[in-house]
């Protein structure tokens, strides 16, 4: 089974990655994390991303504040599919990051969630992987049933209540 990277720019993100690993822990799908900077650790990041093919990842999710280059700088060096999520950051609300990630140039392409929206870029992976794991399709669909059911109690709890 394919992995799925996470890099996050600073451990500050580490509340919104734990949305994501929460998620593939759910899902039985392994992952690495890793502290890498677009800015303060170029070739690190650079070199995870050349080499996370043959490392065995599958996918790459990037959450970054700010300036948030570091799903694009992952992006710039594999042909992996790559997810960005934009953190919020001291200023803007996130929105300086959501435009960075989203920006990308024509030729690297980034996917994008929503600001802090650790659990849907895991859930995006778990569905590109599933496209050629039969498994991971499986999971997701009991997920989704699973989650369906916890919906409809709650709408029978607020239908009893009032």
């Known amino acids: 089974m394919k992995k799925v990277g996470i890099v996050m720019g600073s451990d500050s993100d580490l509340p919104v990655i734990q949305k994501a690993t929460g998620i593939l822990k759910e899902l039985d799908i392994p992952f690495e ?94 569905e590109i992987l599933s496209v050629s794991d039969p498994e991971v399709a499986e999971r997701l669909r009991l997920k989704r049933e699973r989650d369906t059911a916890a919906v409809l109690e709650k709408d029978a709890g607020i239908a009893a209540r009032l």
Request: with cysteine; aromatic share 6%.
């Open 33 to 126: 994390v890793h502290v890498f900077s677009a800015h303060r650790t170029p070739e690190q990041a650079r070199q995870f991303s050349l080499d996370a093919r043959e490392n065995g990842f599958g996918v790459l999710i990037a959450a970054a504040g700010m300036a948030a280059h570091l799903a694009g700088a992952i992006a710039a060096n594999t042909t992996l599919p790559v997810i960005g999520i934009p953190c919020k950051g001291p200023f803007f609300d996130g929105m300086d990051a959501l435009l960075s990630t989203v920006q990308m140039p024509s030729g690297i392409p980034v996917a994008a969630v929503g600001v802090n929206n650790g659990a849907n870029a895991a859930l995006l992976a778990a």
